[in-house]
C-alpha cells in the first residue's frame, strides 16, 4: 500500500475527509507490523493526533501540514531520547538530547507528527543498510529472497515504500538517501552540502554530511525542503512546484565508470528512460566525463568519510570495539593511518572536483547529468553477508552516487522501472546550490518516466 503525498494527504485533513487519528493509527498498525525497519516508536503521537483532530474541528487556519506522520534515521536528535544511530555501543553513554535537532523544529511548527525512529546502517557507514543489532530491513522487492534496502537510510525508505509516511528524513554522505530509494521505488534527495543544518545530527563526515527528504515523489520532498530551508513557514497555500519544461533540458550522460559494469536490468531501464526523454524532446548528449571517474577514484582511494569517522570513534573503537558491527568496525579501522597532511590533500583534490564538475556543466550548458542511481538491482542479504562479498557489494552500490558527494553537487533518484519488475532508479545531479531547480528538473523527468512507466 502507497501512501498518499504531502499534498493530497494535506488537502483530505484540510476538507476532513479523514481524521489525523485514522491517519496516524494506521500508520502505527503498519509501523508494528513491519520487520526491522523501527528502532523505536513514539506511542505519543495518537494522543498528538487526536489533539490535532480537535484543532482542526475548531480552526483550519494553521499550519496546512497539521497531523501528517513523518519518520526520522536514528541519528537525529529528538527532545527527550538518547539517538543511538543504529548502535548498541552508544547505549553506554548516549544521553536524552536537550532539543529537537534543527532540521525537525521547522517540520514540528510545520505540525508534522514524529512516529518513530528508523533503522539504518551503524553510524550511517554503509551502502548495504544491513545492521546485526536491530534487524535489516529489507526491499520491498521480492520480499522472498530477503534483499537489502540499501543504506544507510534503510528504515526510512521502506517506511516510505511500505505506506507508513509519505516522507522520511534521512541522510546523504555518499548516497545513504538514494540508493535506498533506488532500491524501494521512492525518490531520495542529496541537497547541497551546507544547505540544511547538521546541529543535532549524529555526525559521519562532517565535510560531506548532507541530511535528506525520502519522500513518495518529487513535489513531497521539495515541500520538506521548502520548510527546512526556511523558505515556507507552513501557513498557507502549499507552495507550487513549477516543473521544468522537458523539451527546453540538456542533459549530460557522463561516458565514465558510472555507466560500467551495470546489471542486465539496470542497463535496459536507464536506456528506455534516456530513450524516453529524447522522445519527450529533451536534449540528450553522452559525452566523456573525466571528471565523474576522478570523483569516484578519490572515493576508491579511501575515502574522505572513512578518516573523519576514525577520528570521531577512535577512542570509542579501542575501548567498545567489541560492540561494534565487524563490517563497520573494519571499515573505520582501515583508515587508522591516514595522515593529516594526506586528508588535506583529499580535501584540496574535493574542492577541484567541485570546481571541474561546474566547468563541465557550464561548457556543455547542461542544466543536469543523468545516469543509473546504482549499477545493480538489490543484492540477497545472504549474498551480501558473505564475508569475502560485503566490500565488494557495498563498493558496487556506493560507486555512482558518491560522485554527487565528491563534486559537492545537489542530486535525487527517481524510479525509471516497470512496476512490479526489479526497482531501478535513475540519479538526476547538479552542481552545488542549484538545489531548486534540481527539484523542477526532477518533478518534469519523474512525470516524464512515468508516463513511460504506464505504458
Not at 215 to 243: M, T
Not at 304 to 316: K, N, P, S, T
Not at 391 to 416: E, M, Q, W
Amino acid at each position: 500500500m502507497r501512501q498518499s503525498s504531502l499534498r493530497t494527504l494535506s488537502r483530505k485533513i484540510l476538507n476532513r475527509d479523514i481524521t489525523v487519528e485514522s491517519l496516524v493509527s494506521g500508520a502505527l498498525e503498519r509501523a508494528r507490523a513491519s520487520d526491522s525497519v523501527f528502532t523505536a516508536l513514539d506511542d505519543r503521537v495518537l494522543e498528538e493526533a487526536r489533539l490535532a483532530d480537535q484543532r482542526l474541528d475548531r480552526d483550519r487556519t494553521g499550519p496546512v501540514l497539521s497531523g501528517i506522520p513523518i519518520t526520522l534515521k536514528d541519528l537525529f536528535d529528538i527532545c527527550g531520547e538518547p539517538t543511538l544511530a543504529g548502535s548498541v555501543v552508544l547505549k553506554r553513554h548516549a544521553r536524552p538530547a536537550r532539543s529537537d535537532c534543527k532540521v525537525l523544529k521547522p517540520l514540528r511548527k510545520a505540525g508534522f507528527l514524529f512516529l518513530g525512529r528508523t533503522n539504518m546502517s551503524e553510524f550511517a557507514f554503509s551502502g548495504l543498510g544491513m545492521n546485526p543489532h536491530y534487524g535489516t530491513p529489507r526491499s520491498i522487492w521480492d520480499r522472498s529472497s530477503a534483499r537489502v534496502a540499501g543504506g544507510s537510510s534503510s528504515g526510512s525508505a521502506v517506511s516510505v515504500a511500505e505506506g507508513i509516511v509519505p516522507v522520511s528524513m534521512g541522510t546523504d554522505t555518499a548516497g545513504s538517501c538514494r540508493i535506498p530509494a533506488a532500491f524501494n521505488a521512492v525518490v531520495g534527495v542529496k541537497p547541497s552540502h551546507g544547505r540544511f543544518s547538521l546541529q543535532g545530527v549524529y555526525p559521519l563526515s562532517h565535510s560531506s554530511d548532507a541530511p535528506g527528504p525520502i519522500g513518495i515523489d518529487v513535489d513531497s520532498c521539495f515541500i520538506v525542503d521548502r520548510l527546512i530551508s526556511g523558505e515556507w513557514d507552513g501557513h498557507g497555500r502549499i507552495p507550487a512546484l513549477k516543473s521544468a519544461n522537458v523539451g527546453g533540458l540538456r542533459l549530460m550522460v557522463p561516458q565514465s565508470v558510472v555507466l560500467e559494469d551495470l546489471d542486465p536490468e539496470v542497463e535496459a531501464c536507464f536506456e528506455r528512460a534516456v530513450a524516453g526523454l529524447a522522445d519527450a524532446g529533451a536534449t540528450v548528449e553522452r559525452r566523456p566525463a573525466p571528471v565523474i571517474n576522478e570523483c569516484v577514484d578519490l572515493f576508491m582511494n579511501r575515502a574522505i568519510a572513512g578518516y573523519e569517522a576514525y577520528q570521531l570513534h577512535r577512542d570509542m573503537m579501542e575501548e567498545h570495539g567489541d560492540e561494534y558491527d565487524p563490517n563497520v568496525y573494519s571499515r573505520i579501522l582501515a583508515y587508522k593511518d591516514i595522515t593529516r597532511d594526506e586528508q588535506e590533500a583529499r580535501y584540496a583534490a574535493q574542492l577541484a572536483l567541485k570546481r571541474s564538475f561546474a566547468d563541465t556543466m557550464h561548457q556543455g550548458a547542461f542544466d543536469a547529468m543523468i545516469c543509473p542511481t546504482v549499477a545493480c538491482v538489490p543484492p540477497k542479504i545472504s549474498d551480501a553477508q558473505i564475508e569475502t562479498s560485503t566490500r565488494r557489494i557495498n563498493l558496487k552500490c556506493l560507486r555512482n552516487t558518491v560522485t554527487a558527494n565528491n563534486f559537492d553537487g545537489c542530486s535525487l533518484t527517481v524510479p525509471c522501472h516497470d512496476t512490479g519488475r526489479a526497482p531501478v532508479g535513475l540519479m538526476v545531479s547538479s552542481v552545488h546550490g542549484d538545489d531548486r531547480r534540481l527539484y523542477e528538473i526532477g518533478a518534469a523527468v519523474e512525470s516524464t518516466l512515468d508516463r513511460i512507466r504506464a505504458r
